[in-house]
């Protein structure tokens, strides 16, 4: 079994900003974008490339102080961007579609993140209301 | 600008299944599951390891006949399997954590797929229940 994967980045954090946000498909893969405008909300998966490093991406326990807790968490049980693999995740509302450009609401990522796929936001998949959760993720930050 | 990104597997689907699949997770990586227990809901990337192939790869658009449509839409419209990164995206509920295999019910994923990363679901930033979406992504399977 081969025990890594390879991925080409499809885009870019063009803007960041949490009210509006803009990701630059790259032309190469800006066919993928049609029919996206009918979807109100996108799940953007990016490369969270400031942390592409061997120290962080060996990190597998972190103590979640932005959510003003002081006790030991493995990585996978937080959204920390230290982790194996440098993925991050965000729903984001879909503003706009111009050209390549999406404008988006509620990105988290830090400009010139690459994106590695965009996928649309299925609520009958997706949207899990009633998920419980630790008292913890309810302060700071959502994720 | 680096133009790709290098993805280590962290674990394996070990059984697949709609009703209960297991998920083990590499001994070098286990440590990152301390307290996902508090969950109940997992996000799971993993590799479609069956579609990690230059065709499929440069996949743009796609007819979801699955979903009983017959009109071309860009693969970032759709949940499809073929596309530039390879990367499935499920909402699974987590039933049980023993040593290193979780026990999820959900995970559309084969057997043999390897684990790109693990997030736990935290629906005040992952749950979006009025998401819009087109007509045809009601018939069919949820993805």
Redesign the interface.
Known sequence: ??????????G?VEKAGEDEAKIR?FPD?C??????Q????L?I?Y?IHLR?KEEE?QT??VFPRRHMVN?????????SPS?????G???VELLKVEDCVLTVRELDALE?S?I???????????????????EW??HGP??
């Not at 066919?31 to 996206?36: D, E």
């Not at 982790?83 to 993925?87: A, G, S």
């Open positions: 079994m081969t025990v890594k994967g390879e991925l080409c980045f499809i870019i498909v893969y066919a993928g974008l049609k029919g996206i009918d979807f109100s909300h799940i998966l490369w592409d991406r597998l326990v006790v030991e968490k493995g990585v996978f049980a937080t959204r982790r194996p693999n440098p993925i995740l965000c729903v010139d690459p590695i796929d965009i996928k649309p936001y299925i609520p009958r998949a997706d949207a899990i209301s009633s998920a419980r959760v630790p993720t309810m959502k994720t």
